[in-house]
């Protein structure tokens, strides 16, 4: 089976959770193959139990953190997208509060494309992890960005050992086990994503935030 964002050759790395995982050493990405996702109204249903909400002070919190490094590190953005903003776009109130005006996209929830063609920022916060055709997705999501604007994407990292993926680490990860979560990512995917897409990583805590720079 070939990778789903790079196309390239990818071994079972690890299974569990009654699915398998697999990795591919060009691009990084680990994914779970399509015979093992979840149905969407299943998937819709999961993402429903999430307490997104601005009375819920962890979450606005969370996306508060991700907010400040967006200010610091994309001073000049206006416009910004949430690409993948769930049933309820809290990211949107906090990014406009802080004068940056935000539309929304979500498959599920919110499936009309806004008009405005380009924005200064599109960010996806907790959405990465789902796509089920990752290069498409993030091709759409990087469409959006504007000449020398940015995509900033926030996803757990999955653990490595010396840098290198670890099947032990893994499989103990509690980030694999939402059966809604079916690709992963690390650096190495992001700096392949950037050299592919005609970006360049401007900002990476190697962790769960990636921010990138359109070059074109």
Request: net charge negative; proline share 5%.
């Amino acid at each position: 089976m070939n990778c789903s964002l790079c196309d390239t050759e990818a071994n079972i790395f690890s299974t569990g959770e009654n699915r398998q995982y697999r990795l591919c050493n060009l691009c990084g990405l680990i994914f779970v193959p399509p015979e093992f996702h979840v149905p969407t109204e299943s998937e819709i249903a999961r993402y429903r139990e999430h307490e997104n909400s601005l009375d819920n002070e962890g979450y606005v919190e969370m996306f508060m953190k991700k907010v400040v490094l967006v200010k610091e590190h994309c001073p000049q953005a206006k416009t910004a997208l949430d690409f993948g903003c769930g049933y309820e776009p809290v990211l949107k109130a906090l990014l406009e509060r802080e004068g940056i005006k935000t539309d929304v996209f979500d498959s599920n929830f919110f499936p009309d494309f806004p008009k405005r063609k380009t924005f200064d920022l599109v960010i996806s916060t907790e959405t990465f992890e789902h796509f089920k055709n990752p290069i498409k997705d993030i091709r759409q999501a990087a469409s959006c960005v504007s000449s020398t604007g940015f995509l900033a994407v926030m996803t757990r990292f999955y653990p490595l050992e010396k840098e290198i993926p670890c099947e032990e680490k893994f499989s103990d990860w509690y980030y694999k086990r939402d059966p809604t979560h079916i690709v992963f990512y690390t650096s190495k995917t992001f700096e392949w994503l950037a050299r592919k897409m005609g970006f360049k990583i401007i900002y990476n805590n190697q962790f769960d935030f990636v921010l990138l720079q359109n070059l074109i």
